[in-house]
């Protein structure tokens, strides 16, 4: 696989690891999403280190290169499964759309000019 086709791969990987996330009808728990961030992440260090060999064969180097591709997917569908997760834990919870709330609180200091 020629250098231009790898990158270009690396792109498509990414891009196809949140779409695949972005199918998924409901969210794991966010130890989910870190333990596949984890794996996937390890599985880059380990092929980073098959790269440096020097007399890796051509059949190796391929294998590598579709373990680094498959690795970046799982890392794009893990990031944005978490990402996706803080941002629903952040959000205001949906019975109190459209209710009245009623806050009650102290002023402490207002700004001075």
Not at 32 to 61: C, D, S, V
Not at 77 to 85: D, H, N
């Amino acid at each position: 696989m020629s250098r231009a086709w790898f990158w270009n791969g690396i792109l498509v990987a990414w891009l196809a690891g949140i779409a695949l996330q972005l199918q998924q009808p409901a969210l794991w728990a966010g130890g989910h999403y870190a333990y596949l961030g984890f794996a996937a992440l390890f599985i880059l260090i380990a092929a980073q280190a098959g790269f440096l060999r020097k007399n890796a064969k051509n059949t190796l180097k391929i294998c590598l290169q579709l373990a680094v591709l498959m690795a970046l997917a799982a890392l794009a569908f893990a990031s944005t499964g978490w990402r996706a997760g803080q941002k629903m834990q952040a959000d205001l919870a949906p019975a109190l759309y459209r209710q009245d709330v009623q806050i009650t609180g102290e002023i402490s200091d207002l700004p001075q000019r």
